[in-house]
Each structure stands twice: as C-alpha cells, then as structure tokens.
C-alpha cells in the first residue's frame, strides 16, 4: 500500500473517532437545553461528559494537523473555501468550553440560562456544520488548474451538504440520548430511552436519503461506500432494539458504529480523490497529487505507529475510570 494511501485511511479514521466521539456529548449538550427539566439535571448531564467532552475534540485537531502534513495542498484549498464555517466552529467550541466552566461561577438563575444556551449553541452549530463540510468533500468544490478554490460560500452550501449536516445533528442527538440511557439512572435514564426510540425512526429516514445520494452521485458507484451505507442504517436499528429492551450499552454501541459507518461511507466515496473539482475533473485534487514527499509521509508513519496506540489507551482508560452511572442524587 502506498503512503499516501495509508495516511488517507488514516485521517478517515481520525474523523471517524472524532465525530463517534465529540457526537454523543455534541448530542449531550444540545439535551442540556430542553430534555433538562432543572439546574439540577442540566448538572447530571453536564458531568456525564465532563471527564470526556476536551479529550474528544483533540480527534479534529489531531486530524486536521495529519491532514497539513500528509496533504497539505488539500488543506489549504479546502480550509481556504471553508474559512468562515471554520470560524464559527471555532468560535462555538471555545463558547461551549468557557460555558462548561464559567456556569457554576454565578449564583443566578439568568446567569446560568445565558452559558447553558451557549453550551446548546456551542453543540448544535459544530454539529451540523462539521457535516455539511464533509459531505462538500464529497460533492466537490470549483477548482481552478492550480488548484485553488474559486468559488464561494454558495459552493460549499447545497442541498446536499445541508442534508449532511442535518444527518449529522439528528445522529449526535441520537448517540447523546443512548449516552445518556448508559451514563444516568432513575428518570433522566428512563426520559433518555424514550427519547432515543422517538427519534430513531426520523434517524434512519434522512440516513437513509443521505447516504443513497452518497452512493449513487458518482459515474461508478463504490461498492465499499454501499456497503458501509448498508451498515449504517443496519446499526441504527439493531441500536433501537436494543434500546427498547433496555440494552443501554449494547444501543450506545449500536450508534457509534452507525456514525462510524457514515464517515466511512463518505471516505469511501470520495477515494482516490480528496477533493474533487466541479469545473473539471482534471483540476481535483487526489491522494497522489495532494500528498507530501515520500520522505515526510514515512516519518509521520514512524512517529504515529508508537504513539497512537499510548493515546488510544490512556483514553480508554480515561472512560474505564469515569464509567459510572450518575443521578440527581449525586448532585449536592
């Protein structure tokens, strides 16, 4: 296997464990708004995915710093064409992590409502916003010979990207109601399952949509992208059964594999292009055309291979440690 193919399969993966991740407490933080009932609950909730929610977002930094050294013309065309999403990720994630910390420091009620309506802001936005721009490297962006971006916001939103990003907010809702049956107990436990099983069905409807239109856009269909599409929408309801009997991680399984199979689904779609041309196909950038030397790929190839699995384990362990249920009653 070539480099470059490796490292495409690399960063995939990378997303793919970021948006598994940072989906479920994405899905957390938009249920602090209104599936909390009290300052109370929104605190069960906070804490479910206080331990976790900064460890998740190093996924996108780690993957956006592979994507500059591996291929760094893709990603200074494709950050160039997506600077203003990109800024207001940016500036919806700091709000969310100051939100986090910044809540408990006053002792008013509007204090409080003003930071828990910048955790929903800080979740929702990422949220949908992360989906609209992967599903753009698929659709693909107006290049000229050189490569370079020429066209504008207007390229980047379309129906189909906008589809993505609703797939992945209602997902991230989805996973943080089955986080939410795994991580609490009484009530909170049980609102969170019925929450999850209202909203699987809506779940499966525009998956389904998105991830055929995936499949399907190209002149030659990926067989790998359909049957990573199959799987998704299989996930989904193997997670809805085993959420209504009460199943809960059996269910959080189920959906982690689902938004796994999303994001393989897109990769696959897109390979051996990472970033398309709509004006003409010679100007799409490719794993060949957008990687780095061969040199620098085989270094990055021996620095990843011992530290990835050391950061994989100490954040299993992480989750090992912090894997208790919480309730109300924990709340002083």
């Given at each position: 296997m070539e480099l470059s193919t490796l490292w495409f399969l690399l960063i995939a993966v990378l997303w793919i464990g970021y948006l598994a991740l940072e989906g479920f407490d994405f899905g957390v933080g938009m249920l602090t708004r209104r599936f909390a009932r009290d300052d109370t609950e929104r605190r069960v909730l906070i804490n479910t995915i206080g331990p976790v929610w900064d460890g998740n977002e190093v996924w996108v930094i780690t993957a956006v710093g592979a994507t500059f050294a591996a291929f760094p013309e893709w990603y200074?065309?494709?950050?160039?064409?997506?600077?203003l999403p990109l800024v207001l990720i940016l500036l919806t994630l700091i709000g969310r992590g100051l939100a986090f910390e910044y809540r408990a420091k006053g002792d008013t009620a509007t204090w409080r409502n003003r930071w828990d309506l910048v955790i929903f802001a800080g979740s929702a936005i990422p949220a949908f916003v992360w989906g609209v721009l992967l599903a753009a490297f698929v659709q693909g962006l107006p290049l000229d010979a050189g490569h370079d971006f020429?066209?504008?916001l207007g390229d980047v939103v379309t129906p189909y990207t906008l589809l993505g990003g609703v797939v992945?907010?209602?997902?991230?809702?989805?996973?943080?109601?089955?986080?939410l049956g795994l991580k609490t107990v009484g009530e909170i436990r049980e609102r969170a399952r019925r929450l999850a099983g209202r909203l699987a069905v809506p779940v499966v409807v525009v998956l389904a949509g998105f991830l055929g239109w995936t499949v399907l856009r190209g002149d030659s269909p990926s067989w790998a992208a359909g049957a990573a599409a199959i799987v998704a929408v299989l996930a989904v309801?193997?997670?809805?059964?085993?959420?209504?009997?009460g199943r809960e991680g059996w269910a959080f399984t189920a959906t982690f594999a689902t938004v796994?199979?999303?994001?393989a689904t897109l990769f696959a779609a897109l390979y051996p292009d990472v970033l398309p041309s709509t004006l003409d196909t010679a100007n799409g950038l490719t794993t060949t055309n957008a990687s780095s030397s061969d040199y620098t790929l085989t270094v990055m190839?021996?620095?990843?291979?011992?530290?990835?699995?050391?950061?994989l384990?100490?954040?299993?362990?992480?989750?090992?440690?912090f894997r208790k249920r919480i309730?109300?009653?924990h709340i002083p």
């Open positions: 200074a065309t494709a950050w160039s064409a997506y600077y020429v066209g504008d992945t907010l209602s997902l991230s809702l989805l996973h943080g109601a089955h986080y309801a193997a997670g809805a059964t085993a959420n209504a009997r796994a199979a999303v994001g190839t021996w620095v990843a291979v011992p530290f990835v699995p050391l950061v384990a100490y954040q299993s362990w992480v989750y090992w440690m309730g109300v009653q």
